[in-house]
């Protein structure tokens, strides 16, 4: 058995080499991935794994186990004793849902930390997951659990109310555990609100989930840049009690992973085949299982699963000793000491430039018919913002943090602004002009080769093209480096 894993192995890495077009430099291979994480400042850690999920499908399975939170290595630990070997994915708890005060909770998160750090430093992969419990609610199972009204739902989604504030706090309270892995350099399969197609936690089968997602996602990559986090969507099998796929899924843009969660031994075709068709080719997962899967199905009409992760206690009630021995040693299934991620740079057929105002904040002196300044940075052409009726208005964007400003695009619908100029601030108080545009003419005005530090971008804007009518911004965008 361990030649015919060794021989697998070598065809393996092959098989990665040949995913990927590059070249030999300085001894690192240069490659162009077939798709890049939706997060563009993702970490080097978190695109190499990334690249090697996409490069494991049809090659492999990695082995999976999750633990729960007060005891985040036992399950690990059992795996070597029965079958001599570590599984190669290491799934964690963030949530608290046994009642825990902030203080113990505090605790366990940070014991989940360091042993994910751990992990990562000896090779392991680390996914991570999140039972929420119902905004400003105590850590307990019955408020995960919570029934929320659509109605319920929707202020929480809502920007201002108060249950958004709670929520916010919420993922506040994560993203602090979430940073110390990536200064650590860990890059995580992170995998929040899961089951959401199901109606038994308080985010399931609502008509608008892909806010809440939007949200965190939001908080997570612009706000806090946990840019070690690699998404994974991990909806339930579709069931009598869970619905399809598509219904909450919240887009390919901010999914780089699928994965599917199967109990009772219900690996059907479909739900192997469904998450392919809806990720487009994006890697698939197994993010849950009670009963390991079938290695005859997943070496054959089942193999773009690239790891399996079994829940905590099942891993002994639901599978006998021997079935666990075997799957750990079929040659298919790929244990801590097996995950060998080749020391790649990911780069691309040159990548386009990051709009680094996208999805941000935007704040206007005024606005008509309620096309605010949020308008011009969600990445939506057709949309605008409309000012008052003045020439003297106002726009600026806020980056999140300082940067070296290189270029800037203006982007009109009609009615532009025909004197302006183009300021920075590292205060959003005090303002330097970098451009100043007199005369302006036709829709788009862009601006290159500038040389501006600031964490704000403003249009200033003195004189409209007609006197008639109000400013008309479609899309504000600003390039430039740390």
């Given at each position: 058995?361990?030649?015919?894993?060794?021989?697998?192995?070598?065809?393996?890495i092959?098989?990665?080499?040949?995913?990927?077009?590059?070249?030999?430099?300085?001894?690192?291979?240069?490659?162009?991935?077939?798709?890049?994480p939706?997060?563009?400042?993702?970490?080097?850690?978190?695109?190499?794994?990334?690249?090697?999920?996409?490069a494991?499908?049809?090659?492999?399975?990695?082995?999976?186990?999750?633990?729960?939170?007060?005891?985040?290595?036992?399950?690990?630990?059992?795996?070597?004793?029965?079958?001599?070997?570590?599984?190669?994915?290491?799934?964690?708890e963030?949530?608290?849902?046994?009642?825990?005060?902030?203080?113990?909770?505090?605790?366990?998160?940070?014991?989940?930390?360091?042993?994910?750090?751990?992990?990562?430093?000896?090779?392991?992969?680390?996914?991570?997951?999140?039972?929420?419990?119902?905004p400003?609610?105590?850590?307990?199972?019955?408020?995960?659990?919570?029934?929320?009204?659509?109605?319920?739902?929707?202020?929480i989604?809502?920007?201002?109310?108060?249950?958004?504030?709670?929520?916010?706090?919420?993922?506040?309270?994560?993203?602090?555990?979430?940073?110390?892995?990536?200064?650590?350099?860990?890059?995580?399969?992170?995998?929040p609100?899961?089951?959401?197609?199901?109606?038994?936690?308080?985010?399931?089968?609502?008509?608008?989930?892909?806010k809440?997602?939007?949200?965190?996602?939001?908080?997570?990559?612009?706000y806090?840049?946990?840019?070690?986090?690699?998404?994974v969507?991990?909806?339930?099998?579709?069931?009598?009690?869970?619905?399809?796929?598509?219904?909450?899924?919240?887009?390919?843009?901010?999914?780089?992973?699928?994965?599917a969660?199967?109990?009772?031994?219900?690996?059907?075709?479909?739900?192997?085949?469904?998450?392919?068709?809806?990720g487009?080719?994006?890697?698939?997962?197994?993010?849950?299982?009670?009963?390991?899967?079938?290695?005859?199905?997943?070496?054959?009409?089942?193999?773009?699963?690239?790891?399996q992760?079994?829940?905590?206690?099942?891993?002994?009630?639901?599978?006998?000793?021997?079935?666990?021995q075997?799957?750990?040693?079929?040659?298919?299934?790929?244990?801590?000491?097996?995950?060998k991620?080749?020391?790649?740079?990911?780069?691309?057929?040159?990548?386009?430039?990051v709009?680094?105002?996208?999805?941000?904040?935007?704040?206007?002196?005024?606005?008509?018919?309620g096309?605010?300044?949020?308008?011009?940075?969600?990445?939506d052409?057709?949309?605008r913002?409309?000012?008052?009726?003045?020439?003297?208005?106002?726009?600026?964007?806020d980056?999140?943090?300082?940067?070296?400003?290189?270029?800037?695009?203006?982007?009109?619908?009609?009615?532009?602004?025909?004197?302006?100029?183009?300021?920075?601030?590292?205060?959003?108080?005090?303002?330097t002009?970098?451009?100043?545009?007199?005369?302006?003419?036709?829709?788009?005005?862009?601006?290159?080769?500038?040389?501006?530090?600031?964490?704000?971008?403003?249009?200033?804007?003195?004189?409209r093209?007609?006197?008639?009518?109000?400013?008309?911004?479609?899309?504000?965008?600003?390039?430039?480096?740390?």
């Open positions: 058995m361990k030649t015919k894993k060794i021989h697998f192995t070598l065809a393996f092959l098989a990665f080499q040949l995913f990927f077009t590059g070249v030999m430099l300085n001894g690192v291979k240069q490659v162009y991935a077939a798709t890049g939706v997060n563009p400042n993702e970490t080097t850690e978190a695109k190499d794994l990334l690249a090697y999920l996409y494991l499908q049809g090659k492999g399975m990695l082995t999976g186990q999750h633990e729960y939170i007060e005891a985040p290595d036992v399950y690990a630990e059992t795996l070597k004793t029965l079958t001599g070997k570590y599984p190669a994915v290491h799934g964690y963030i949530g608290g849902i046994t009642g825990q005060s902030d203080t113990v909770l505090a605790d366990q998160r940070q014991k989940v930390v360091n042993s994910a750090i751990n992990w990562s430093k000896n090779g392991g992969i680390v996914t991570m997951m999140y039972h929420a419990s119902f400003g609610a105590c850590q307990c199972w019955n408020q995960v659990q919570r029934t929320a009204t659509q109605a319920e739902f929707d202020k989604v809502t920007p201002g109310t108060i249950e958004y504030n709670l929520l916010i706090s919420d993922m506040d309270k994560v993203a602090v555990f979430l940073k110390q892995m990536k200064d650590a350099n860990v890059p995580i399969l992170w995998r609100y899961h089951e959401m197609n199901g109606g038994w936690f308080w985010w399931g089968q609502k008509n608008n989930y892909a809440l997602w939007n949200i965190m996602y939001d908080r997570y990559v612009n806090f840049h946990l840019d070690n986090l690699l998404w969507w991990n909806p339930n099998a579709p069931n009598s009690t869970a619905s399809d796929y598509a219904s909450t899924y919240p887009g390919s843009n901010k999914v780089d992973i699928l994965a969660d199967i109990y009772n031994n219900d690996y059907k075709q479909s739900h192997h085949d469904g998450l392919i068709a809806l487009g080719g994006k890697p698939i997962a197994i993010g849950e299982n009670g009963e390991l899967p079938s290695m005859a199905t997943a070496t054959t009409t089942q193999n773009k699963w690239v790891w992760m079994t829940w905590g206690k099942m891993l002994n009630e639901n599978n006998t000793n021997l079935t666990v075997n799957f750990f040693n079929h040659p298919y299934a790929f244990t801590r000491d097996e995950v991620i080749p020391p790649i740079v990911l780069t691309g057929p040159p990548i386009a430039p709009n680094l105002v996208l999805r941000k904040t935007a704040v206007a002196s005024s606005t008509s018919f096309d605010t300044a949020s308008k011009t940075v969600d990445g052409a057709v949309t913002w409309q000012s008052g009726y003045s020439d003297k208005e106002w726009i600026y964007v980056l999140g943090k300082n940067y070296n400003i290189t270029s800037v695009a203006v982007q009109y619908l009609n009615h532009r602004a025909r004197n302006y100029d183009v300021q920075v601030s590292t205060d959003a108080i005090n303002w002009t970098i451009k100043t545009v007199v005369n302006g003419l036709g829709t788009l005005d862009e601006f290159k080769n500038l040389q501006s530090q600031g964490r704000y971008v403003k249009l200033n804007m003195t004189l093209s007609s006197p008639t009518y109000v400013y008309n911004v479609q899309e504000i965008k600003v390039y430039g480096t740390e």
